[in-house]
């Protein structure tokens, strides 16, 4: 049964979100091109496009793409000589797209984090390859991730790809022994896949669902690691509170944000996560984390947080993992704990080194604290420098609406 085009454009850009990761893993696996397999995942949904209005959109869309896809691929190869050998490994594997199966189809995307966080590719090509081929974002996308240019970043995927053919780094999640050391990289992988969908519109937010359910996985895949179990109560108190983070499309700041509708459900798993990893006496960057975001979430109010334990806790993750944001924070932590002066002199020193530059939040926090301090032409000041550095609607309406109660 057809169905109208904007429904189908719908339920495309909603295959797109879910499925894109997995057909690209898929094709990858099976064809060892990771051109190839972004090329043919592109081009499946191009067919999804012209024929879902015509024949309805299919039970199993993820199914209905990846045998589309495959097929794709198996017609490419045909034209290419050098393809043949890899054809006739692959022919079996052809289907007609009408009727597809997903009983062969298996989860490949762990496989793909793990082997783009492989130990050969430096960290940002681990993480930028990773997103642009499981979560389906564009290269200006994760540039703007990594703040760094656009050609920049496509230069560093091209590099990652080219590297992994070269160095004929394995497809697969590695032996139990090794997966230690790709740990930091595909935690960092599943934060960023978070915070992509959790800071954008609804449109990306099936990206958190997706981060959450990997970090899932790989607890269960690492059950004697604690890093993972910090990663996954990170991002359990930080969705508790989504929906309450924008308000008629401007940012409601955390103290200002209304609790009675956060997640409780969330919070506590969340909490109970966070024990369940610092008993295991190991204590890494997300467990800290993550311990600050309890202390926000069972608060019962903005009055009740318990700054000193949270400045405390910056203080020992600058330590574990030195960044300027994270001594950002730490300001702001001690603003609130021992005074707005005693934190104004924190960011101070943070501006004066040049390590935030071009960063929103360095002159947003200071604008807030001026504001705080009754410097008022002061954090007017601050305020427009953050509102032209804004990279979100969300957060420039937020920033105008500051500077006019100035």
Known sequence: MSVSGGSVRDAVDAAYRDEWGQVVATLIGMTGDWDLA?????????????????DGVPRRPGAWLTTAARNRAIDRLRRDAAGAAKLRQL???????????????PDERLRLIFTCCHPALPFPARVALTLRTLAGLSTAEIARAFLTAEPTMAQRLVRAKRKIQEAGIPYRVPPVDLLPERLAAVLAVLYLIFNEGYDEEDARRALTAEAIRLTRVLVRLMPGEPEPRGLLSLMLLHEARRTTRTEGGVLVTLENQDRSRWDRALITEGVATLDEALAMGRTGPYQLQAAIAVCHATAPDAASTDWPQIAALYA????????????????VAVAMADGIPAGLALVDEITASGRLDGYHLLPATRADLLRRDGRAAEARTAYEEAL??????????YLAGRLSEL
């Open 316 to 331: 020992e993750l600058g330590r574990l993992a030195p960044s300027p944001v994270v001594d950002l924070n730490r300001a």
């Open 38 to 54: 972004e090329d043919c995942a592109q081009d499946a949904f191009a067919v999804a496009l012209a024929s879902w209005p015509r």
């Open 91 to 105: 022919a079996v594997l052809a289907r007609d797209p009408g009727e597809p199966s997903t009983e062969d189809i």
């Open 388 to 397: 032209k550095l804004a990279p979100t609607e969300a957060e420039r309406r």
